[in-house]
């Protein structure tokens, strides 16, 4: 499974920003994509992820209330749409995907595919 992301910038705070990815290859499909989030330094975060059979979404507590993440699953597809941001959510935004879904949705290692990323800056 290959990921392509899009979307991403810069936004002020309390703007809006939204990032996508789009999942394709051959074989087994994603059952749960989502995004996690990364700063230079630090370890990869969890963000939200998404059912694409189901539906059902998962957020971090630091997110919940201002992000929404939805799914378009017969195109394999997710989106993030990031309300109310604050500097704190700088960071390198990350797809993955998962074709086998244990139920550890804010585990890194659930997910078997990882895209490059898109920058996300919020300013003061």
């Known amino acids: 499974v290959s990921l392509a992301e899009s979307g991403g910038g810069s936004a002020r705070a309390g703007g809006s920003l939204s990032v996508a990815c789009t999942a394709s290859g051959r074989g087994k499909m994603p059952v749960l994509m989502g995004w996690f989030r990364q700063v230079p330094g630090k370890e990869r975060e969890f963000v939200a992820a998404?059912?694409?059979?189901?539906?059902?979404?998962y957020y971090a507590d630091s997110v919940k209330g201002r992000f929404t993440i939805s799914s378009d699953s017969a195109k394999y597809m997710v989106s993030l749409q990031m309300r109310s941001l604050e500097p704190a959510d700088t960071a390198r935004y990350l797809c993955?995907?998962?074709?086998?879904?244990?139920?550890?949705?804010?585990?890194?290692?659930?997910?078997?595919?990882w895209g490059g990323g898109v920058q996300v800056t919020v300013s003061s």
């Open positions: 993955v995907a998962d074709t086998s879904f244990s139920g550890s949705y804010a585990s890194i290692s659930e997910y078997n595919a």
């Open positions: 998404v059912g694409l059979n189901d539906g059902i979404q």
